[in-house]
Nanobody, 123 residues
Framework: QLQLVESGGGLVQPGGSLRLSCAAS????????IGWFRQAPGKEREWVSC????????NYAGSVKGRFTISRDNAKNTVYLQMNSLKPEDTAIYYC????????????????WGQGTQVTVSS
């Protein structure tokens, strides 16, 4: 059974950096498209980024484009979200998720989810 575990969250100052990890077990991640989502207090869960199964395309929400980078390490069966130039509005619980097909911004298209990791950006 596929399981995902996020880690790497924490408290950082504005302008700081953080790298989130999403470790998979049960299946090989390179067989799946990976999505990152986040949910801030009082808000709906929103799409952040997606890395296609082929690895040929990665997409980012406009709010994070140029600051966040998604990547895979197939040897470690792990996907990462490098977060730079963090802003207070990036504060949220971050989730990784998988689907069998191409990139999508629709969370309903992702079947397997991790438990989330908290990112707090504050002075």
């Amino acid at each position: 059974q596929l399981q995902l575990v996020e880690s790497g969250g924490g408290l950082v100052q504005p302008g700081g950096s953080l790298r989130l990890s999403c470790a998979a077990s049960g299946f090989t991640l390179d067989d799946y498209t990976i999505g990152w989502f986040r949910q801030a207090p009082g808000k709906e869960r929103e799409w952040v980024s997606c890395f296609s199964k082929s690895g040929d395309i990665s997409n980012y929400a406009g709010s994070v484009k140029g600051r966040f980078t998604i990547s895979r390490d197939n040897a470690k069966n792990t996907v990462y979200l490098q977060m730079n130039s963090l802003k207070p509005e990036d504060t949220a619980i971050y989730y990784c998720a998988t689907r069998r097909y191409g990139c999508s911004t629709n969370q309903r298209m992702f079947a397997t989810w991790g438990q989330g990791t908290q990112v707090t950006v504050s002075s």
